[in-house]
């Protein structure tokens, strides 16, 4: 008999991946338009726990309009007795796989930016109660991880109960981070690999050190080191180091080795400290963007939660697409908030005297891992919102990398000039994969760099408002 009888859709890994589109979304819990949202796993006491109890706080599925975004907290607490605090997170990130077995019902990102979606279809089939996404969980949950004994699961959709349970979450997750704070990667022999996002870029493998944080910001080394120690075989493994090649760019003949073959030969290098050369890949579920802006030699911050768009015209949509998906996209690199707190943040690329935008939110949250002097020097979405304004405000606060426009502009003047006299090319892009779609095909470019004579980053709103003008003249 199988343990999935009496739920009303199919339930296995071959849902892992589906993606639910907005016209095709019974319900949608948590997401970009929802700010209070959260998943928690805690370890309690047995005593504590009423093992396969479902709580349901605030409407059931059932319940909510068809087509609404709702706020949205799923709870999560075991016992047993080889259970550890410290497993806390892992537990927490396996609620991603475990969401994305079941058919039609989609599951991405972690902790406080959770987005789920359920399909029409499995709604119509009966999928109606979260009763029945509590028994997957609680069976899943304890057939690939046996030393959770005993276990209970609360859905929170009551927005009053939502939000002080939401800062709860909040302060238990900056406590776990700032637990692994203070360890160094050189004082470590073994790294940890994740690949539980390859079911949405199976490219795509996470490397966790102790001073870079897996992208989505809900793995640290100890809960890596946890993971692969509880289940060996699981989809967070140990890496070991290896030889150092390089300490500035973060390249391990052991890192290599390990992607590659979890890769399945496609990624064959990882710089991990860089995000040009061969920058670690990204899945989806990061935190963050870092992107190059060309026009001022540094780059550019943006997370999942803001609505705007970025300084260069940009929404967040866009340059997650740009670096999602397994690939090694110069330029563009997913970060979690925690990789920004580390010394080694963007290393090879000069660190914090490269940053020059990101959102007021996201700077505050990070400050005082900012160093002093450059604090007043990066620019949020109040100081520039255009390039323009942030070329204006670097040069008035002398930020760092307005030096190497002078540089440049020097470099240019005693440039001889060519025999053709034409403008000399700009290099816009080296990649070892570099994905062209055109015409209903995919070109891939295998050790691409493309250069040109002049570059023009327009966002996808202008470049439609602009057509359309055109359209309405004629």
């Not at 537990?91 to 991405?108: K, P, S, V």
């Amino acid at each position: 008999m199988s343990m999935f009888e009496d739920i009303p859709v199919e339930v296995g890994v071959i849902y892992e991946g589906e993606r639910i589109r907005r016209k095709d979304m019974q319900i949608e819990l948590g997401g970009p338009d929802v700010k209070e949202k959260f998943e928690l796993a805690r370890v309690k006491k047995p005593e504590e726990i009423e093992d396969g109890k479902t709580t349901i706080i605030g409407p059931d599925i059932k319940d909510m309009e068809a087509e609404k975004s709702y706020p949205f907290g799923l709870l999560i607490e075991v016992a047993g007795a080889k259970l550890e605090p410290e497993l806390e997170g892992v537990i927490e990130r396996r609620i991603h796989a475990y969401c994305n077995f079941i058919e039609g019902f989609m599951h991405l990102n972690q902790r406080y930016d959770i987005w789920l979606r359920l399909s029409k279809k499995s709604f119509q089939k009966g999928l109606n109660s979260f009763e029945y996404i509590g028994k997957v969980l609680q069976r899943l949950f304890k057939s690939e991880l046996p030393i959770i004994e005993k276990m209970q699961v609360t859905f929170i959709t009551n927005p009053e109960k939502v939000k002080p349970l939401y800062n709860e979450a909040l302060e238990i997750y900056e406590t776990r981070d700032a637990k692994a704070r203070g360890l160094k990667d050189e004082e470590v022999d073994k790294f940890y690999g994740c690949v539980l996002c390859q079911s949405f870029a199976p490219t795509h493998v996470c490397v966790i050190t102790p001073q870079r944080y897996s992208n989505c910001g809900a793995i640290s080394w100890f809960d890596g080191r946890a993971a692969a120690s509880v289940d060996p075989k699981g989809p967070v493994f140990t890496i070991e180091k290896g030889e150092m090649v390089d300490p500035v760019k973060g390249e391990f003949s052991g890192v290599n080795e390990a992607v590659k073959k979890k890769s399945l030969g496609e990624i064959t290098k990882v710089w991990l400290y860089t995000a040009f050369g061969y920058p670690h890949t990204s899945c989806g579920c990061f935190e963050g963007v870092a992107f190059f802006i060309p026009e001022v030699d540094g780059f550019g911050i943006l997370h999942r939660g803001y609505k705007d768009t970025a300084v260069n015209g940009l929404p967040f949509s866009t340059l997650a697409d740009s670096t999602a998906g397994g690939r090694q996209i110069d330029g563009f690199h997913g970060v979690s908030i925690e990789y920004m707190r580390s010394q080694k943040f963007l290393q090879a690329d000069n660190g914090w005297k490269r940053v020059v935008w990101m959102p007021k939110e996201v700077k505050e949250r990070v400050k005082s891992f900012i160093p002093t002097e450059l604090v007043d020097k990066i620019a949020t979405e109040e100081q520039a919102k255009t390039i323009d304004e942030l070329k204006a405000f670097l040069k008035e606060r002398g930020h760092p990398v307005v030096s190497s426009w002078k540089e440049e502009a020097v470099a240019v003047e005693e440039t001889a000039p060519l025999e053709s006299e034409e403008a000399p090319l700009i290099p816009v892009a080296t990649a070892s994969t570099l994905p062209i779609t055109a015409g209903g095909f995919k070109i891939i470019l295998k050790d691409a760099k493309i250069y040109a004579k002049k570059v023009i980053i327009r966002s996808e709103k202008s470049e439609k408002t602009r057509k359309g003008e055109g359209s309405a003249k004629k």
